[in-house]
């Protein structure tokens, strides 16, 4: 899967709203692959889909890595 970038602050794109994903389809679930990979690699244990640019309300996160 792609590495994103992770966006921090002062990145204007972090203050905008965000939607509701009203849809998870397989376009979807590749940007959740993608986020994974992101934030293994990081490394972290949780990423907003605004932290990589992507103006939906959406958290991924791995529990057991907390």
Do not use: H, R
């Amino acid at each position: 899967m792609t590495v994103l970038d992770i966006l921090t602050y002062p990145e204007k794109f972090l203050q905008k709203q965000t939607t509701p994903v009203e849809n998870i389809d397989g376009a979807l679930q590749a940007i959740f692959d993608s986020m994974a990979t992101t934030m293994y690699q990081a490394p972290g244990v949780g990423l907003a889909a605004p932290q990589v640019g992507i103006g939906q309300s959406f958290v991924i996160y791995d529990i057991a890595a907390a």
